[in-house]
C-alpha cells in the first residue's frame, strides 16, 4: 500500500481541441511552408525561411492539416503487456520522452519509405481529439492495474509479433497500385511501433534497451538518453525492412563526418544539444526555425520540464508539436487490419519558444554519402553563429569521433548531459550559458 500511495505522476494535460493559428505569417512543417491568406489577398506574404518554392502552399489550410494529420503520432497507451523488468503496463505518466523519440524516429522512416510528399489518404477524416484529461481518474486506473498486477489477478498476455500486413491484391491502375503499396509500408511502419515485446521499435524494446544504461520502466528519460537508445532500437532491430538504415548519435555536440559516411547508407542522425543554462537563449529561436525548415529534418524531442513533446514546426514565435500526453488504449498491430486512426492526431498544438527547455535532440535524415554532403554543407549555413551567440548549437567535425576519444568512460548518468565536460576545455562566458 505504502509503495502506490508513493507513485508522483504528472496529471492534468489538457486536449485543447483547436489551436489558432495567424493568417498574416508563414506556418513551417517540417520543411513544408505554408501560408493561410485567402487567395485574393494581394498582399506579399513573409518570407519562408529557407524553404524552396515548390515546397510553398499559399491559403490552403486543408493541406497544412492533411500533412500534420499524417505524421505518426506515438502517445501513452495502456493494458499492454508488462514491461521488461517490472509490473507496468501503462507508460501513462512518465514515457512522454520516450514517445516522443518514437515520433521523431517514424517521421526518419516515413522520409526513408515514403518521402516527404506522401500525406495519409484518411488524414482529414480523423474525428476532433475529446477534451478530456487525463486527470486523478486515469491516475487511479493505473494504480488499480498495477495493484492487480502485484496480486497476480491481472496478467496480459503477450499479444504476439507485428508481423508485416498480409499483401493483398493490388488494384488495377499504376497510380492505385501505387497507393497501395505505400499504405502497406505506412500499416508496416505503424507496426513496428506497436507496443509489444517483439515490435521492432516499440516501447517495450526502448525500455529493454534503456536497463542497459541504467533506466528502468517509470524513470524519467531525458532527450540525450532516448537517443542513444533509438540509435540502438535501429541498429538491433531484425527486420528486413530495417536492413538498409541505420542510426548515428552525435559526441559532445560534434557530427563526425566519416563516422556517418562509413555506414555508406541511409543515416539517421541525432544531435543532443542544450540551447541554454536554466532557459532556452533566446538567441537560439532563429537557429531553431531555421532548422525546423529544412525538409530533411525530422524534429525535435523536447518540450517543459519534466514534460516532453516533439516539435515539428512553428509559427512566428511559437512551436508547433505533437503531444504523447494522451493515453490510449492499447492495439494488436499483429492483425492485417488493425485500426490505425489513433496512430494520427488531428491538433496541432502551439508553444512560445520561450517555454522550450534548452536539453533537446535535434534529428536529421541523410539517404545517402552524397546526401549527407549536401546536408553538412547546409546545415553548415544555418550553423554560424550570430554575434550575440557566440557558438555553434553543434558542428561537423573531419575524421573519425574515435580519433579524439572523446567518450571514454562515459556513463549511463553523464549521457543524460548532452556535454562530455573537459575542464581544459571548458569556455566561460559572461552570458547567460556555458558551452565547450
Known sequence: AYFFKNITVTLCWALKPKTSFSRNSPVLLLGK???????????????????????????????????????????????????PGSILTS?????????????????ALTLHFLGRDWTWSEALTLQPLDTETWTTTAAKRL????????????????????????????????????????????????????????????????VRLGLTM????????????????????????MDPGLAGITAYVSQDCTVYSADVVDYDRAVIILIPVRLGGEKTNPEYFDFAKGILSLEYCIG????????????????????????????????????????????????PKKMPFSKMDPSCTIGFYSRSVQDYERIRQELSKVLQPS???????????????????????????????????D?????????????L
Open 214 to 237: 541504467g533506466k528502468q520502466a517509470g524513470d524519467w528519460y531525458g532527450p540525450a538518453v532516448v537517443a542513444h537508445i533509438l540509435k540502438k532500437a535501429v541498429e538491433e532491430a
Open 387 to 421: 554575434a550575440k551567440e557566440k557558438y555553434p548549437a553543434f558542428t561537423f567535425v573531419q575524421g573519425h569521433g574515435r580519433d579524439y576519444d572523446l567518450s571514454a568512460g562515459l556513463t549511463p548518468e553523464k549521457k543524460e548531459w548532452p556535454f562530455i565536460c
Open 33 to 83: 511552408c505554408y501560408h493561410f491568406k485567402a487567395e485574393d489577398d494581394d498582399s506579399v506574404p513573409e518570407a519562408c525561411y529557407e524553404a524552396s518554392d515548390e515546397d510553398f502552399v499559399m491559403g490552403n489550410v486543408e493541406a497544412f492539416r492533411k500533412d500534420f494529420a499524417s505524421r505518426l503520432w506515438l502517445t501513452y497507451r495502456e493494458e499492454f503487456p508488462p514491461l
Open 423 to 435: 575542464p581544459r576545455r571548458t569556455v566561460t562566458t559572461a552570458g547567460d550559458f556555458v558551452l
Open 300 to 347: 525535435i524531442i523536447g518540450g517543459k520540464p519534466k514534460q516532453a513533446c516533439y516539435f515539428v514546426g512553428f509559427q512566428d514565435d511559437s512551436l508547433i508539436y505533437m503531444d504523447p500526453h494522451y493515453c490510449q488504449s492499447f492495439v494488436d498491430v499483429s492483425t492485417s487490419d488493425f485500426p490505425l486512426q489513433s496512430y494520427h492526431c488531428p491538433s
Open 143 to 206: 494504480v488499480a492495474s498495477l495493484e492487480a498486477s502485484l496480486q497476480g489477478s491481472s496478467n496480459p498476455s503477450d499479444h504476439g509479433s507485428s508481423p508485416l500486413p498480409q499483401t493483398q491484391a493490388a488494384p488495377g491502375s499504376a497510380e492505385e497500385a501505387d497507393a497501395h503499396v505505400k499504405e502497406m509500408y505506412h500499416r508496416t511502419l505503424v507496426s513496428w511501433f506497436g507496443d509489444s515485446p517483439s515490435a521492432q521499435l516499440g516501447l517495450h524494446r526502448l
Open 91 to 107: 507508460d501513462c505518466g512518465w514515457g512522454c520522452m520516450l514517445r516522443a523519440g518514437q515520433m521523431m524516429l517514424a517521421q
